[in-house]
């Protein structure tokens, strides 16, 4: 019987200056007015999001809204954008305990605006924390490139025959991706004792009871309720509600996908003791892909997802300071002669369709 322990999968001991001398700058950048008004934006973002986000599900209620079928689809279509956008620009930072000082705050509005988006937030967390930042890209210990039946995210997953038309199947699959999420991706991974390098994973009674209550609460607000208390059918409802999912899934996973699954990001591999090829801050910095960073228009539309080498890099800093910090990031990758890459977001996502192909046929 082999009785071999796995390796132990490390990153390289750091042999660059390059994160100290990046840390020391970024430092002296950010000022306490610089914090100061950093904290003031994610204020605003959290007040206009949820404003926007309670104006737009009370709309629904509307007679003029609910008793037009494209009124009342365009209606659901932005209150799934404005809860996309809240959990964007609030929720993720509160996982990260960056959007308030309080970690009491951080935890309700992260957990209720997960809630709202009807997805488990608890179990989002757990695989976000726990193994995306700390190996990103890295196959077995990046679950949000699990294996899937479906599709070749990394180049080291064995090649199936019906993914070579993956570049061209993908746009059905992603725009099912928020209904596949609440429905069947949280109960697999509520099943799954072993993700990545996630192992005897258990949850209690309590957390499943409050996993299906809440999974409820999310189809009375949005199904129930509404074919109760508005003129609007079943039917109509329905079909507003899935028109819904399909536009944000579209949106969702083409603003947040090319952030690491594109042509110019690297999926590094461990050798024979494990080691990986960076240390950890240079393996952030191949891994992860940029779009519009310094722009504070992106900023305030994808949450700083936008900046995801800062984010990758600093995640204890709000992401309303990435604007101020990406430059530093460029201009110190360049001196180390590291990685940075850096696309419109056009550019990022046909990056990620011709990755797409290419893994549906290189081996």
Known sequence: MNTTAPVKIKFKKRSSPFYADLSKEVAQLLTDPV????RAIMRWKFFLYVFTYLLLYCGIYIPFVNTHIVLLTLNYILLGLAGILLAFNCAHDCVHNTFSKNKKVNKAVFYWVF?????????????????????????????????????????HHKLKKHQKYQHIYAVLLYAVYTLHWIFIKDMLYLKKKNLANLTNQRYSVSFVAEFIVLKMLYLVLLIVLPAMLTAASIQQILVAFLLMHMVISLFF?????????????????????????YDYYEHQLAVSLDYHPESKWANWIFGGFNAHTAHH???????????HITPLIKEKAATYNLPYNEKTIPQ????HFRYLKKLGTAV
């Open 313 to 323: 890099l600093f995640p204890n800093l709000q992401h309303s300071l990435y604007t």
């Open 35 to 38: 914090i100061k008004k950093a």
């Open 253 to 277: 996973v083409l603003t947040l996908i090319i952030s690491h699954l594109c042509m110019e990001t690297e999926f590094p591999k461990c050798n024979a003791n494990g080691e990986l090829p």
């Open 115 to 155: 809630t709202l988006q009807g997805v488990s937030g608890r179990l989002w967390q757990k695989r976000h924390i726990a193994s995306h930042h700390i190996f990103p890209n890295v196959d077995g210990c990046d679950a949000d490139i699990d294996d899937n039946p479906f599709m070749r995210l990394s180049p």
């Open 348 to 351: 990022a996502i046909r990056s």
